[in-house]
């Protein structure tokens, strides 16, 4: 087995590719911030066994593999405290669609935006991914700060694009384009 991906964000804080042998971590990490995920995202509300967590993390990464997807985790002073990841990537376009969440007690100390900003210019840098897209609720009010602190440009209102809580929800559409030859 080939070593995971890391991606160094500073000498505390790291993005590691999942795999395996971080299943049990990931599945606790869920299960702790589960209710106020799942005020944000409609998945949270699935997770009952670290079986499923297992399976989750084997789609993963497969698609990690095949270049479609990329699900890495982050490890702050070598504690795993959130996820970062490419949703989707559309590899013809080298379009990359982001999602994010971190731990309640890892949120306001800037290790989203720094980790963000490591993991686009890893992708930009490869020339894997130029346009970088994070899509979320209209009234996800951090989420949409994420996007604006992190160079984003606002392209439009998806309207009733997002079913959460047995109804739907207009989402903002954000993009960053960095070009491998800005570099």
Not at 2 to 17: C, K, R
Not at 93 to 120: C, P, R, V
């Amino acid at each position: 087995m080939t070593p995971a991906e890391t991606i160094i964000v500073t000498d505390t804080l790291n993005l590691q590719a999942v795999n395996e042998s971080h299943i049990s971590e990931l599945h606790q990490l869920v299960l702790r911030n589960k209710v106020w995920l799942q005020q944000t995202l409609n998945w949270p509300q699935f997770v009952k066994s670290e079986q499923e967590t297992r399976q989750n993390v084997q789609g993963n990464m497969m698609l990690h593999q095949r270049g479609i997807a990329k699900m890495f985790l982050i490890f702050a002073d070598d504690k795993m405290v959130g996820v970062l990841s490419f949703n989707q990537i559309e590899p013809s376009n080298k379009t990359g669609y982001i999602g994010y969440w971190l731990d309640e007690s890892a949120q306001g100390k800037g290790i989203l935006s720094t980790s963000l900003q490591a993991f686009m210019h890893y992708y930009a840098q490869s020339g894997e991914v130029r346009r970088f897209v994070i899509k979320c609720r209209v009234d996800n009010l951090r989420s949409n700060r994420v996007a604006q602190r992190n160079g984003f440009q606002l392209e439009g209102c998806l309207r009733q694009a997002e079913f959460l809580n047995d109804k739907f929800h207009d989402q903002n559409i954000y993009a960053r384009i960095i070009d491998n030859t800005a570099l």
